[in-house]
């Protein structure tokens, strides 16, 4: 029983074991699988910018819709001084003119149309426009309150109480007089019905004319009507409360339907038993006769994406377009292919930007700005949107200021001008906005110009004239431009100056010298309707094209551009990056020029210095070489391994070279001189780089074996094993790319001149001896992590200095984890290095690694030890064992013996 117990505890602590094994092993399975959900969560959350809606609704370009009207095939909408047409199939708009030759010169305040023939009051004067053109009938002044056509007669209400009927063919005229004040009218079928007000109440009534000329009432007390139509047998009815039907009785009109719209309506027209209503959001919906079904077949196009209520502002940044549509609350943004938004409480926005990192700056409610990243993400609240400004006594308020235009330049300080016509700014990661003492007062319009960020404003002046200055720290000096009728201005990537005057006329004045300016060429804007704003397209794109100039229409709800060369402007080419010098001429870089890219959404490089042509990104980390490092500008030139498509041309594909925004790249890694002094190339053909880039220009095709360099001052890099000289470019560790990375900045003799350039660390040797290619290591080991937390870790490669002493060789880079070496020698697991020999496409290399580095598949000279000196313990043991038990035995067999000699006495 005791030993089944026993038993039974051993099995329990064996299971308890096991259990706590399988958790161990399966632990990092389940963290993994638990970041792989977090990593996804992540990525389900990720912001998606709006879509287009997508109806079936026919969106058009409405200004101001006051008026309707129908026939049998189509719908009229009487906008601004233009009748529109629509197809009652498609409500497109249709394809030929309404008129022939009739061009209406004032907004109608009333219109009909039937057929090829339209009927318009204009400053109560009633005209009829057909294909004879534009022709009088007849001046009421401002009495004349309606219109309407049909085939035979026009009927115009002349008075309060009194409508007239022209014959279209002959000179008859009949008068219909209503005892009481007409609201307004409708024809069905040559009776005519008026609607007005009996008594003060707000209720009307609906009568009609008999044949004796007199009014007999057909519908009383009414809620308020706004209009009436005829339409086959029927008159529609419009009032606050929505429409209603009515069938034609005997003596009466005979209430059919009735139904609520939806929002306030304005007019209403019928045809071919159907109701159009507008109402107040500019859109037409569609009522059936029996009013059971509703749709709206025309909505004001300046609601959906792509058209604009009301363009205030119009900005251009790293490829993108931002649109202040300030009626329909919202930035409106534009890719160069589709649109997106920003919606989200944004109430009236005057004025966009957005600086070199894409953030979006959204000036709104006149003194608020909300900032969004280049994802659209909101980086303010609401709450704490309000502008603040700290004063000269560094005092900060946060009153009023009313927001009239705001501007980025290159280096991210934004430019605020106030409605009162004041300058404020706020560099990049500042909260607070300063007053710009001493710049100017009065200042009406503002401008960043995109390349040098010089400052330009209006100044208005007594003579009504607006004087265009640029500022010049606190200073704003004169341009000598000065000019009346002033509504926008804009400037482009060489300070020429853009003046968008009354009558739609823009003005380029070229940049003669530093603040001497001269008028180049004019362009006058036809076909728009009133330009409100203009600026320079900084963007290049299948929308827009580079210096194109931008024009918002606030009335015609659009934006449109005029191509640079109207202006006489050559762009030249954008698009093609800066050419590296190639030449092998002496140069100094003894400055620092390894950078990395410390934006976490990487680093654009572009064509030039501006943000016009993206050639590539650089992801975060990545490492820059830049020779022209400009502290003073926005942009430095640089170079950069071209690795990012993965090419296994690396030798063959160009170096990519373009302009990096400065606020993206690191402080420029330190150079030290402790290191070796000269090194030989141990190979053949050792090429010398202008640049640490196997992708550089070449000093040197092939230096000869034996070439000795001098090793100059260059980057310390920190690597798994310790402090190492020389540069890791940004190219994979692989076969296919020799494991050649480190790079060491050097001094050769060429034709008996020095040349300053770089070569691979592994195509030179400071050792005294080089690599043998005749032998291969005999295998006998293999390089394992010292450290199994990581396990990529590999191992350093040492040698020995003129002292004996072992130190780093900063040739290699570390022998990867699973590298085939041989030992030299016995292996002694007790030393702390042991000496090896492995293979690099220059030969068989002889270098120490630490000795927890390796994995010896041979005899260890430790075990043996252990087991010679184990042998021999056990030898002992068993001797000891031995002679104890025989001196034992001999003991009792002597008692055993003197016990006998006793027992035989007797």
């Not at 058209?307 to 119009?314: E, G, N, Q, R």
């Not at 762009?571 to 890219?597: F, H």
């Amino acid at each position: 029983m005791k030993s089944l117990s026993h038993g039974r505890r051993k099995f329990t602590v064996f299971c308890v074991i096991a259990l706590i094994a399988l958790a161990l092993c399966f632990t990092p399975l389940l963290s993994q699988n638990g970041q792989t959900q977090a990593r996804a969560d992540a990525e389900s959350q990720a912001f998606a910018p709006p879509k287009e809606e997508q109806t079936k609704t026919v969106y058009h370009l409405f200004d101001d819709p006051v008026a309707l009207g129908a026939d049998g095939d189509f719908l009229y909408v009487l906008d601004g001084t233009e009748i529109k047409r629509f197809s009652l199939l498609s409500f497109a708009v249709s394809d030929y003119p309404l008129f022939s030759g009739a061009q209406i010169q004032v907004a109608p305040s009333y219109f009909s149309v039937r057929g090829e023939t339209a009927v318009t009051v204009e400053n109560g004067e009633v005209y009829l426009y057909n294909n004879d053109g534009r022709t009088p009938i007849a001046d009421f002044g401002n009495d004349c309150r309606g219109v309407f056509v049909d085939e035979t007669h026009i009927y115009a209400q002349i008075s309060e109480t009194e409508i007239v009927r022209y014959s279209r063919t002959e000179t008859d005229v009949k008068t219909f007089t209503s005892p009481y004040a007409i609201k307004t009218f409708a024809v069905l079928n040559g009776t005519v019905y008026v609607s007005h007000k009996r008594g003060s109440a707000r209720r009307d009534d609906i009568s009609y004319f008999t044949a004796q000329n007199e009014t007999e009432t057909a519908v009383e007390n009414l809620s308020e009507i706004i209009a009436m139509q005829a339409s086959e047998n029927y008159l529609a009815v419009l009032n606050n409360k929505g429409i209603s039907l009515y069938e034609r009785g005997i003596d009466e009109l005979i209430v059919g339907a009735n139904v609520q719209t939806e929002t306030d309506a304005l007019a209403m027209t019928a045809s071919g038993g159907n109701i159009f209503v507008l109402d107040a959001n500019k859109a037409v919906t569609r009522y059936g006769k029996s009013l059971s079904e509703t749709t709206c077949v025309l909505a004001s196009a300046s609601d959906e994406l792509g058209f604009f209520s009301s363009p205030s502002d119009v900005i251009t940044r790293k490829n993108r377009t931002y649109i202040a549509d300030r009626n329909n609350d919202r930035i409106v943004i534009h890719d160069g292919e589709k649109y997106s938004a920003l919606s989200d409480n944004l109430f009236r926005p005057i004025a966009v930007a957005s600086d070199h990192t894409g953030n979006i700056y959204a000036a709104y409610s006149e003194n608020r700005i909300a900032v969004f990243d280049a994802s659209f993400e909101r980086l303010t609240s609401p709450e704490n949107e309000k502008i603040s400004v700290k004063n000269a006594n560094g005092e900060t308020y946060t009153e009023k200021v009313a927001v009239a235009d705001i501007k980025c330049d290159l280096k991210g300080t934004l430019y605020l001008l106030s409605k009162s016509g004041a300058i404020f700014t706020k560099p990049a990661g500042e909260n607070d906005f300063a007053p710009l003492e001493g710049a100017a007062e009065n200042v009406s319009l503002l401008d960043v110009s995109p390349n040098s960020a010089y400052v330009y404003i209006t100044v208005d002046g007594a003579d009504g004239k607006k004087t265009v200055k640029r500022i010049n720290g606190t200073q704003a000096e004169n341009t000598g431009i000065s000019l009346p009728s002033v509504k926008d201005i804009a400037v482009d990537a060489d300070n020429s100056v853009y003046v968008l005057q009354v009558g739609d006329r823009i003005s380029r004045y070229n940049r003669v010298e530093n603040l001497t300016y001269e008028l180049g060429e004019q362009h006058v804007i036809t076909n728009c309707l009133t330009l409100s704003g203009i600026t320079v397209s900084n963007v290049s794109n299948a929308a827009l094209g580079y210096r194109d100039i931008i024009v918002t229409e606030s009335v015609g709800h659009r934006i449109r551009t005029v191509p640079c060369s109207d202006f006489g402007v050559d762009i030249g080419d954008v698009t093609t990056p800066p050419a590296v010098d190639a030449n092998p001429i002496p140069v100094n870089l003894s400055a620092p020029l390894i950078r990395t890219v410390i934006n976490p959404a990487g680093a654009e490089v572009y064509a030039q210095s501006s943000e016009v042509t993206l050639l590539r990104t650089l992801p975060y980390g990545y490492k820059v070489i830049v020779p022209e490092y400009n502290s003073d500008g926005a942009f430095s030139l640089v170079f950069a391994d071209n690795v990012i498509l993965g090419s296994s041309n690396y030798d063959k594909d160009p170096i990519i070279t373009g302009y990096v925004h400065n606020e993206f790249l690191s402080d420029p890694l330190p150079y030290t001189d402790e290191h070796e002094t000269e090194c030989s190339a141990w190979i053949s053909s050792v090429p010398v780089y202008k640049y640490p880039s196997r992708q550089a220009p070449k000093i040197d095709e092939s230096a000869d074996k034996g070439t000795s360099f001098k090793i100059l001052d260059f980057v310390y890099e920190q690597t798994p094993g310790g402090i190492i000289y020389g540069y890791t470019d940004n190219f994979p560790d692989s076969e296919t790319l020799l494991n050649n990375h480190r790079w060491y900045r050097v001094l050769l003799k060429k034709d008996n001149v020095e040349y300053e350039g770089f070569v691979v660390a592994s195509t030179v040797s400071v050792l005294a001896g080089n690599p043998d290619m005749s032998v291969r290591p005999q295998v006998n080991a293999e390089i394992i992590a010292k450290d199994k937390n990581v396990p990529t870790a590999g191992a350093i490669v040492y040698k020995k200095n003129e002292n004996g002493e072992i130190v780093a060789d900063n040739r290699f880079e570390p022998l990867s984890v699973g590298t085939k070496v041989e030992v030299i020698g016995a292996f002694d697991s007790s030393e702390p290095f042991t000496q090896i020999a492995f293979y690099t496409p220059n030969g068989t290399v002889t270098a120490f690694v630490e000795t927890a580095n390796i994995k010896y598949q041979g005899v260890n000279i430790v075990k043996i030890v252990a087991v010679v000196l184990i042998i021999i313990t056990v030898a002992l043991i068993i001797f000891l064992c031995a002679r104890a038990y025989v001196i034992k035995r001999n003991k009792i067999n002597k008692v055993d013996e003197n016990k006998f000699d006793k027992d035989s006495e007797f």
